[in-house]
């Protein structure tokens, strides 16, 4: 089993920064392939917004390409997302996923953007 855990949420403005960490426990992250973000607006469904595999090969969401980046630090048993040019439509739960044959979420930490 894997134990997942996000910090780094809040509130910025419009055009702000901010950066997603999540730790990951119960296992090494290079024992698995795939991990990534998703989040979840009030009314939607949960999407994905970015991917990496063990390879370091990334993924993302059209609306986030050239503001977030996903980084994976084996050492640290940690997954990041840089969030650049923040949007109010960014604004979400965001939650960290490992994918081991089955889903493991983290418990979700809140990005409010403010315009």
């Known amino acids: 089993q894997v134990q997942l855990v996000e910090s780094g949420g809040g509130l910025v403005q419009a055009g702000g920064s901010l950066r997603l960490s999540c730790v990951a426990s119960?296992?090494?992250?290079?024992?698995?392939?795939?991990m990534g973000w998703y989040r979840q607006a009030p009314g939607n469904q949960r999407e994905m917004v970015a991917v990496i595999n063990n390879a370091g090969t990334t993924g993302y969401a059209d609306s986030v390409k050239g503001r977030f980046t996903i980084s994976r630090d084996s050492a640290k048993n940690t997954v990041s997302l840089q969030m650049n040019s923040l949007k109010p439509e960014d604004t979400a739960v965001y939650y960290c996923n490992a994918q081991l044959g089955v889903h493991y979420w983290g418990q979700g930490t809140q990005v409010t953007v403010s315009s």
């Open positions: 119960g296992r090494s992250i290079r024992g698995i392939n795939l």
